[in-house]
């Protein structure tokens, strides 16, 4: 059974910084590209950041990038997301996505004074 766990998120001043991470299981997770993608309250989906199976490439939504880095360690099969700097727009359940749209549970950044 394909299962990914995200872990990470919380409630963060504006300027902060938070790690998320996805625990992948079930699949062969060095054949997968992998992506975040986010909801926030009332919006639809949006894609945050894609990585590609070996991490030799990667794509950010204009909106992060230079404040979120996606990275993955496929030894362990776990994805992350650095996010530095955050807004308060960034808040929203982020998901943790296999390239076939498989996605986990989410976890919910708050960013908020």
């Known amino acids: 059974e394909v299962q990914l766990v995200e872990s990470g998120g919380g409630l963060v001043q504006p300027g902060g910084s938070l790690r998320l991470s996805c625990a992948a299981s079930?699949?062969?997770?060095?054949?997968?590209?992998m992506s975040w993608v986010r909801q926030a309250p009332g919006k639809g989906l949006e894609r945050v950041s894609t990585i590609e199976s070996d991490g030799s490439t990667t794509r950010y939504a204009d909106s992060v990038k230079g404040r979120f880095t996606i990275s993955r360690d496929n030894a362990k099969n776990t994805l992350y997301l650095q996010m530095n700097s955050l807004k308060p727009r960034d808040t929203a359940v982020y998901y943790c996505?296999?390239?076939?749209?498989?996605r986990g549970k989410g976890t919910l950044v708050n960013v908020s004074s």
């Open positions: 079930g699949f062969t997770f060095i054949n997968y590209a």
């Open positions: 996505v296999k390239s076939d749209g498989v």
